[in-house]
Antibody, heavy 120, light 110 residues
Framework: EVQLLESGGGLVQPGGSLRLSCAVS????????MSWVRQAPGKGLEWVSA????????FYPDSVKGRFTISRDNSKNTLYLQMNTLRADDTAVYYC?????????????WGQGTTVTVSS | SYVLTQPPSVSVAPGKTARITCGGS??????VHWYQQKPGQAPVLVIY???ARPSGIPERFSGSNSGNTATLTISRVEAGDEADYHC?????????????FGGGTKLTVL
């Protein structure tokens, strides 16, 4: 069974940092691109980063570029999101998600999410 | 950047057909995916590549995509279909590539 389990969320002050992890099982991790997607309270889904299976290519929207860094350790079957210079509007549930064979297949498996609260 | 537009809400009676639209410039040239999200839960992929259904998704769920509009159609709507639905595409251009989501549509079963 394919499983994604996020961890690392919590309460952080504005300007602070946090690192999220996503431990995966049930598939060959290095064969698939992965993404982080967030959802602010009462809002829609917002994509925040993506990484290729090898880790050689990364993608970010302008809203987090330069502040967030996505990475992966294929030997540990774990995806990471390093978040720096956090702002109140980064408060959200953060989901990790597995891409299908390619982007044509969408995000076919999602974790349950971890909550990040940025507040003083 | 690429923008996807969804109606904030759609209402439908049980047993009827619900149609949720997702508008975008020449979206018909892209692969559109749809997600169902119930309160307090993670999103679930219900349609990928415009009209394909993942295993375990009922045949009542179908999708189409042409021109500037993609549509998720739910036939014979049930109370359990009440949820938020999000459309998504991969926007690939030389300056910026990434996933784009629509604003989401709340489906209410009357």
């Amino acid at each position: 069974e394919v499983q994604l389990l996020e961890s690392g969320g919590g309460l952080v002050q504005p300007g602070g940092s946090l690192r999220l992890s996503c431990a995966v099982s049930g598939f060959t991790f290095s064969d698939y691109a992965m993404s982080w997607v967030r959802q602010a309270p009462g809002k829609g889904l917002e994509w925040v980063s993506a990484i290729s299976g090898s880790g050689g290519s990364t993608f970010y929207p302008d809203s987090v570029k330069g502040r967030f860094t996505i990475s992966r350790d294929n030997s540990k079957n774990t995806l990471y999101l390093q978040m720096n210079t956090l702002r109140a509007d980064d408060t959200a549930v953060y989901y990790c998600a597995k891409t299908g064979r390619t982007s044509l297949y969408g995000l076919d498996v999602w974790g349950q999410g971890t909550t990040v609260t940025v507040s003083s | 950047s690429y923008v996807l537009t969804q109606p904030p809400s759609v209402s439908v009676a049980p047993g009827k057909t619900a149609r949720i639209t997702c508008g975008g410039s020449n979206i018909g040239s892209k692969s559109v995916h749809w997600y169902q999200q119930k309160p307090g839960q993670a999103p679930v992929l219900v349609i990928y590549y415009n009209s394909a259904r993942p295993s375990g998704i009922p045949e009542r769920f179908s999708g189409s995509n042409s021109g500037n509009t993609a549509t998720l159609t739910i036939s014979r709507v049930e109370a359990g279909d009440e949820a938020d639905y999000h459309c998504q595409v991969w926007d690939n251009n030389k300056d910026h590539s990434g996933w784009v989501f629509g604003g989401g549509t709340k489906l209410t079963v009357l």
